[in-house]
């Protein structure tokens, strides 16, 4: 696959579709995972702590290679790091159906897949799309990728579930290997270095520069605080949610459900709240959504649950699942331009992972010592108050020297 620069004949429309798609196939295996957990735990005689173990390590590595991969993206361009993230994924899919202990969920769940996954999602397909879009739209065509991430969750979470109830998880797993493979014919929409023309000090500033800018600036370490907290937030829930309510006795069939009607959800949420960060204070969107989702969980604990209580809930969170990401990576295009956008996003999206591994193994630790989850929605609704707060003193102007955007 070639390397040349981003062309002009290449239609924005074009890659927006391929990232989308890419997303959507990469995102929406990812999502399924949690359904999982009972067939996996009883066949291989692990507990849960050691499948949240294994969901943590993948979260974890995907956040630990971002800035990396975003690195080899913003230099060799997005198209060959998708086409290698899509073969590993599917590797590593095919590696957990032979599993046969924790060690070997660890390295194919965890390891591999973790890799995988942050070749073949937003840190790389947003980058791509960044480049191809005025800076006036570029929040809503971020919200439109995200959704794409939603529309898997969506469609695949449904598939692996009836899959998983009709010929067991195993083949399951080969049949998820197929599917993110199709990334690799994707990766061909999204191909091409990063030579966008910016102001002059845009185009000479190093990679060294630009992190050592971003290491400078106050609102880019809040920004990383607060996607920690998403992470948290959705590894928890995600990996979780569906034991939870099998625990409750609403059986675990609702727990894909739920993924699907959280998955359904985002597509709204996520168009909706990337346009919103074209059109009002990215910062101020972000506070109010993180504040949002405290609520919800909250009124989600201390209201009676029922099959509808859960739904309802599923739908709330899934408006609010992912609208971070387009905000998010806005403000990061915003302060310090697209040239290197993939690395200082990969960045903050560490932060995410690290989130999400804790969110994902400390939520099985607490259920395996005490039985019960409740400390672990004490501390999403904790800390989606302190989101809400971090992101209101960003100084979220560009800065000059860079390519504004």
């Not at 971090?390 to 390519?403: G, N, Q």
């Amino acid at each position: 696959m070639s390397s040349p620069a981003l062309s002009p004949m290449k239609r924005p429309w074009i890659v927006i579709l391929c990232a989308a798609f890419t997303v959507t196939l990469a995102m929406g295996v990812r999502q399924s995972f949690g359904l999982f957990l009972p067939q996996m735990s009883a066949d291989i005689g692990i507990s849960r702590s050691d499948f949240g173990l294994a969901m943590a390590l993948q979260n974890l590595l995907f956040g630990l290679v971002q800035p990396f991969v975003g690195a080899l993206a913003d230099k060799h361009g997005a198209g060959r790091v998708v086409l290698g993230g899509a073969l590993l994924y599917a590797f590593g899919l095919i590696g957990a159906a032979f599993a046969t202990d924790a060690i070997g969920l660890h390295i194919s769940f965890g390891l591999l897949i973790g890799m995988a996954q942050s070749a073949t999602t937003f840190v790389v397909v947003l980058g791509a799309v960044g480049r191809v879009v005025s800076p006036e739209k570029r929040s809503g065509a971020f919200g439109i990728v995200t959704a794409g991430g939603s529309l898997g969750q969506f469609l695949v979470v449904p598939l692996a579930s009836m899959l998983l109830g009709d010929i067991g998880y195993h083949q399951t797993l080969w049949i998820m290997a197929g599917l993110v493979a199709l990334c690799g014919l994707l990766a061909i929409g999204v191909a091409g270095r990063t030579d966008t023309p910016g102001t002059l000090a845009a185009e000479e500033q190093t990679a060294r520069d630009a992190l050592r800018e971003a290491a400078a600036h106050r609102g880019y370490w809040l920004l990383n605080a607060g996607f920690f907290v998403c992470g948290f937030h959705i590894a928890f829930i995600a990996t979780h949610l569906p034991a939870y309510l099998d625990d409750k006795g609403l059986g675990i069939e609702i727990g894909a459900q739920v993924l699907a009607l959280v998955g359904l959800f985002n597509i709204l949420g996520s168009y909706v709240f990337g346009r919103a960060g074209d059109l009002l204070r990215q910062k101020y969107v972000l506070s109010a959504l993180y504040v949002a989702r405290s609520a919800v969980i909250a009124l989600f604990l201390f209201l009676p649950l029922s099959h509808a209580s859960t739904l309802v809930f599923a739908a709330a969170m899934g408006f609010l699942w992912l609208g971070t990401v387009p905000l998010t990576s806005g403000i990061v295009g915003r302060i310090f331009g697209i040239r290197y956008l993939s690395m200082l996003y990969g960045i903050v999206f560490l932060s995410h992972q690290v989130g999400s591994f804790f969110g994902a193994y400390t939520a099985g630790l607490i259920f395996d010592a005490t039985g019960s989850y409740n400390i672990a929605w004490g501390f999403s609704i904790a800390l989606g108050l302190f989101a809400g707060l971090v992101h209101l003193p960003i100084a979220d102007a560009p800065i000059r020297r860079l390519e504004p955007a």
